[in-house]
C-alpha cells in the first residue's frame, strides 16, 4: 500500500492562492484610494481645491490624477496592485524635489498596519469559503 | 561590531561631506534644508515615524521607522551627476553602519530600503538623489 498524491489538489490550491493574491491586491488598492481621496489636516493653499496634507499624512486629493492612476492589475504571473501609467506627482511625493516635502505615500502604505490587517482580512475570506 | 562606537545618520551624511542645517546652538538639525543655501552639496532628512509595524521577539517590541534622506545641491554637469551617484552609493553601502536615531532607543537595525534614480531640477538647476533607510528599534525594555 503506497501513498500516493491527490491530483487534484495542487491545481485546487494554486486556484485558490491566485484569487487570493487577486483579493489581496484589489484590496490593497481600495485601500490607497480611500487614503488618497481624503483632504489633509495642513495649510489651505490659494488654486488648490483641497486642504493640504500635514507631514506624516497620507498625500492629500487635489487634482485626482494620482487617485485615478491607482489600480490592481495582473501582472505576468503575479498581481500588482499601485500607481499604472504614474503622473509626475506620485514620483516626486516619494521623492521630493528641491524645496518640496516628501509625502511618501506608497512606502507609508506599504509600513502601515491597517493595510496589512486588510489584506490579511480580503484573503483569508478567499482561503474560508 | 558593538562597542561604544556610534554612528547617527547625521553623522553619515556629515562624515560624506554634506552640509546639514543647524539650531542656533550649532547642533545638526537636519530636518530642513540650511538656510542659506549652501554652494555645496547638502541633505535633508524626513523620518515617518507614523507608520509603524509591531514584531514581538523575545518579549521586546520590534518597531520600524522609516527616514528619507535626500540629497541637493549637485552641479547640472557631468562632474555633478557622478558625484551625486557616488553619494548615493556610499549611503547605501555604509546604511547598515547607522546605530542611532535621536529620540528613538536602542537601533538594532538599519537597512537601505527604496531610492530615486539621479534626477535634474530644471527649476534650480541641480543634480538631486534620495534613499530610503529603514530602521528598527526595540521598545518595551528597559536601556
Not at chain 1, 491545481?11 to 488618497?36: H, I, N, T, V, Y
Not at chain 2, 518597531?63 to 534622506?69: A, S
Request: aromatic residues 8%; charged residues 15%; glycine residues 8%.
Amino acid at each position: 500500500m503506497t501513498w500516493t498524491e491527490n491530483p487534484q489538489l495542487r491545481p485546487m490550491l494554486l486556484a485558490l492562492a491566485a484569487l487570493a493574491e487577486q483579493a489581496g491586491a484589489q484590496e490593497a488598492a481600495a485601500f490607497l484610494r480611500e487614503k488618497l481621496n481624503q483632504p489633509g489636516s495642513g495649510n489651505k493653499w490659494p488654486g488648490l481645491p483641497n486642504t493640504s496634507s500635514a507631514p506624516g499624512e497620507y498625500p492629500a486629493k487635489q487634482s485626482g490624477k494620482l487617485l485615478d492612476s491607482i489600480d490592481a492589475q495582473p501582472l505576468g504571473q503575479f498581481w500588482a496592485f499601485g500607481s499604472f501609467n504614474a503622473p509626475p506627482e506620485a514620483w516626486g511625493l516619494e521623492y521630493p524635489a528641491p524645496g518640496h516635502v516628501a509625502r511618501p505615500w506608497l512606502s507609508k502604505a506599504l509600513a502601515d498596519p491597517e493595510l496589512r490587517e486588510r489584506v490579511f482580512h480580503a484573503m483569508w475570506e478567499v482561503f474560508r469559503h | 561590531m558593538g562597542g561604544v562606537q556610534t554612528l547617527t545618520v547625521d553623522q553619515l551624511l556629515f562624515q560624506l561631506g554634506l552640509v546639514l542645517n543647524k539650531d542656533a546652538a550649532g547642533i545638526p538639525l537636519s530636518n530642513a534644508p540650511p538656510s542659506p543655501l549652501p554652494k555645496q552639496p547638502y541633505a535633508v532628512t524626513q523620518v515617518m515615524n507614523g507608520s509603524r509595524e509591531t514584531s514581538l521577539h523575545g518579549g521586546a517590541h520590534t518597531r520600524r521607522v522609516q527616514v528619507l534622506i535626500s540629497i541637493y545641491g549637485f552641479t547640472p554637469d557631468v562632474a555633478g551627476l557622478q558625484s551625486c551617484s557616488i553619494v548615493l552609493a556610499h549611503l547605501r553601502a555604509r546604511a547598515r553602519e547607522v546605530d542611532r536615531l535621536l529620540g528613538y532607543p536602542r537601533i538594532t537595525e538599519c537597512q537601505a530600503a527604496d531610492e530615486s534614480p539621479v534626477m535634474r531640477d530644471a527649476a534650480t538647476n541641480q543634480h538631486y538623489a534620495s534613499i530610503r533607510l529603514v530602521l528598527s528599534f526595540l521598545q518595551g525594555v528597559t536601556p
